[in-house]
C-alpha cells in the first residue's frame, strides 16, 4: 500500500471496514475525514497519518525528494524578472543572503498577491528587498507595500532597488521593530484593510505577528509564513531548541486555528499560506 507515512493498523482496518459499508473499493483510502474519524473512534487520529492512494504505479504522493538537478530544473522554470536576478546576485556576495527566499519562493509570492487582486500587502522581514520587490513589481500602481524591517543597512539595499525599478511609489518603508509598526498601523484604525502579508522575521516571534496581522488582514487575504519547516528540524523530535519549538508550536497553533483555512507548501524552507475566514 502506498502510504505518505506508515499507517497504524487499527486505522487501515476501520477505514477499509468503511469501504466495505460504503460497497467502495480502497482506492483514496480517507477520502472523507469525517467518516473515518467517526469510525476510528479510540485509535488516535492525532497520530494516525493518511493513506493517499492505494496503487503503487500512482506513487506515494509524497513530494518528490528535490535533488541538486530537479531543483535546477525547477529554477530554469522561474521567469524572474531581471531586477530581481540583479538584486539576488548583488545580495549573494552580502552577509546574511542565504536568507533571502529563492526565485521559485518569489514567484510563488507575486502569483499569489496576482490572484487575489492585491492592493494593500504588508512584508515582515524585508533584507535586502528580494520578496519584497517581488510582490511591488506585480502591484497595480495604486497598490501599497508595507516594508518591514529593523536593519538600516539591508534596507538601503533594498530602497536602491525599489527605485531601479520604479516602484518606489508603491512602498512604504517601516524601519524599526516589526511588531511596533503592526501595531501603530492597527492603532491608526488600518484594521481589515490589508489583502495580503508575508512574514520572513524573527522566528520566536511568528505567533504574536500573525495574531497582529490577522487584525490587519481582511476577511479572505492571505497571511504566508516562511520557514514553516525549519530546514526539517520541526519534523525531527530530536531537535528541541528554542527556534525549532517555537515553529513547531506556532505550526501545531495554525493547524488547530478554525479563523484561517491554511496550506502548508514544501517550497523553500516550507511556506504556509493562511487566509483569513
Ligand atoms: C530572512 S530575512 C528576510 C528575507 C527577505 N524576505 C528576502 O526575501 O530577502 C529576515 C529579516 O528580518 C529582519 N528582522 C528580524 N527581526 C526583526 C524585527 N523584530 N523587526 C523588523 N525586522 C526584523 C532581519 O533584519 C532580516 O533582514
Excluded at 483514496?28 to 496503487?55: E, H, Q, W, Y
Excluded at 536568507?99 to 510563488?108: E, H, R
Excluded at 520604479?166 to 511596533?180: D, F, I, M
Amino acid at each position: 500500500m502506498a502510504t505518505g507515512l506508515a499507517m497504524n493498523r487499527c486505522s487501515i482496518s476501520l477505514i477499509r471496514t468503511a469501504d466495505t459499508l460504503l460497497n467502495r473499493p480502497t482506492v483514496s483510502v480517507v477520502r472523507s475525514l469525517k467518516l473515518s474519524r467517526r469510525l476510528i473512534g479510540n485509535c488516535s487520529m492525532a497520530t494516525a497519518p493518511f493513506v493517499v492512494a492505494d496503487d503503487e504505479k500512482y506513487g506515494n504522493k509524497q513530494v518528490i525528494s528535490l535533488t541538486p538537478r530537479i531543483y535546477d530544473y525547477v529554477l530554469s522554470n522561474v521567469r524572474e524578472p531581471k531586477i530581481l536576478r540583479k538584486l539576488r546576485e548583488e545580495t549573494a556576495k552580502m552577509r546574511g543572503s542565504q536568507m533571502q527566499v529563492s526565485p521559485d519562493q518569489g514567484q510563488l509570492l507575486a502569483m499569489l498577491v496576482q490572484i487575489l487582486g492585491a492592493e494593500k500587502c504588508i512584508e515582515v522581514g524585508v533584507y535586502t528587498g528580494y520578496s519584497s520587490l517581488a510582490v511591488a513589481l506585480v502591484l497595480p500602481e495604486s497598490g501599497c507595500l508595507v516594508a518591514c524591517e529593523r536593519d538600516s543597512n539591508s534596507l538601503e539595499v533594498a530602497k536602491r532597488y525599489y527605485e531601479l525599478a520604479g516602484v518606489s511609489h508603491k512602498v512604504n518603508v517601516k524601519h524599526g521593530l516589526a511588531a511596533e509598526s503592526l501595531k501603530s498601523m492597527i492603532q491608526n484604525g488600518e484594521g481589515s484593510s490589508y489583502d495580503f502579508a508575508f512574514v520572513d522575521a524573527d522566528k520566536r516571534m511568528y505567533q504574536d505577528y500573525f495574531e497582529l496581522l490577522l487584525q490587519l488582514v481582511r476577511v479572505g487575504g492571505l497571511i504566508v509564513m516562511d520557514n514553516v519547516l525549519w530546514h526539517g528540524r520541526v519534523a525531527d523530535p530530536m531537535v528541541n531548541d528554542a527556534k525549532t519549538i517555537s515553529i513547531r508550536n506556532f505550526n501545531e497553533n495554525l493547524m488547530a486555528d478554525e479563523r484561517i483555512s491554511i496550506s502548508m507548501v514544501p517550497i523553500g524552507d516550507g511556506m504556509t499560506i493562511c487566509r483569513k475566514r
